[in-house]
C-alpha cells in the first residue's frame, strides 16, 4: 500500500522559513510525478510545485517562484518542501501528492492518486 505522510507544519511569522517532509511507502516514485498542494480556507486546492521524480522538469507556481525549493534523501524515500521568505498568504494546509505517472500540463488534484493527510503552515504578519 503506497502512502504519503507529511510533516513539518507550523507557525511563523512573515519572512520566516520552514520545510516541509513527505515520506513515501510502499512505493518508489522514479520518473512519476510528485507535487505538493495547498489549500487555504475557502479557496481551491492548487499546486504550488510540480515534478519529476529522479530529476528533470519542474514547475513552481509564480506565487511561491524563488522562495519554494525541493529536495529529495532517496535513501529515506522523502521528500522536502523548504519555504523561505513565508508571506501570510502562504497560509494553507500543504499536502504532497503523487501519481504513478509523467506530471500533466495542468497538475490538477483530481490526477493524482495518492495524498498525504496534510500539514498546516500559519504565518502571521
Known sequence: EVQLEESGGGSVQAGGS??????V????FNGD???WFRQAPGKEREDVVRFYTGGGKLYYADSV???????QDN?????????NDLKP???AMYYCAARQAPCSVLGR???YTYWG???QVTVSS
Open 18 to 23: 520552514l520545510s516541509l517532509s513527505c515520506v
Open 25 to 28: 511507502s510502499g512505493y518508489t
Open 33 to 35: 510525478c510528485m507535487a
Open 65 to 71: 517562484e524563488g522562495r519554494f525549493t525541493i529536495s
Open 75 to 83: 535513501a529515506k524515500n522523502t521528500w522536502y518542501l523548504h519555504m
Open 89 to 91: 498568504e502562504d497560509t
Open 109 to 111: 488534484p483530481h490526477e
Open 117 to 119: 493527510q496534510g500539514t
